[in-house]
């Protein structure tokens, strides 16, 4: 019992779990709010989760291994949070604003990834639009942009 206060209380690092792989906090953040947005309507079904995995392949550059690591250890990671006010603090810190739209594009086209933009998902990119000082304007053309690109519009 003792242990587990002292965790609470402990800075956030002392208690978390080694990192299997060195990834940019920054990336992992963006990962892991792109996992919270594809679990906000209850379903994080093989769609979604091939949509991150392929927009972290393209638009991060990396490999299908770190992709699929950088996934994984994105789930561990939205597993274990509370908040994510976190990430887009991290994000915000670690983007210029160009890589931020281009975050809030990829949210996007994880919240459309089975066809339909749900309350929930809609309600996030709200409040992460904001945190992360993107403007409604910039996010509403990327809305439009994944829209486009997904034959949806």
């Known amino acids: 019992m003792l242990d587990r206060l002292k965790?609470?209380?402990?800075?956030?690092?002392?208690?978390?779990?080694?990192?299997?792989?060195?990834f940019e906090d920054r990336d992992l953040a963006a990962a892991a709010l792109m996992v919270e947005a594809a679990r906000l309507d209850d379903r994080f079904?093989?769609?979604?989760?091939?949509?991150?995995?392929?927009?972290?392949?393209?638009?991060?550059?990396?490999?299908?291994?770190?992709?699929?690591?950088?996934?994984?250890?994105?789930?561990?990671?939205?597993?274990?949070?509370?908040?994510?006010?976190?990430?887009?603090?991290?994000?915000k810190d670690g983007f210029d604003y160009a890589q931020?739209?281009?975050?809030?594009?990829?949210?996007w086209e994880v919240?459309?990834?089975?066809?339909e933009l749900h309350d929930y998902e809609a309600s996030l990119l709200r409040r992460v639009t904001g945190l992360l000082y993107v403007s409604d304007r910039d996010s509403g053309e990327a809305r439009k942009r994944v829209l486009d690109r997904l034959g949806l519009s």
Do not use: C
């Open 111 to 115: 919240a459309y990834a089975d066809g």
């Open 7 to 22: 965790n609470i209380f402990a800075p956030d690092d002392a208690g978390a779990p080694k990192r299997e792989h060195d």
């Open 100 to 107: 931020r739209i281009a975050l809030i594009e990829m949210l």
């Open 45 to 91: 079904d093989a769609e979604e989760r091939e949509r991150i995995r392929s927009l972290l392949r393209e638009r991060f550059h990396m490999s299908d291994g770190d992709a699929d690591a950088l996934l994984a250890e994105a789930e561990r990671e939205s597993d274990r949070s509370v908040e994510w006010q976190g990430f887009t603090r991290q994000i």
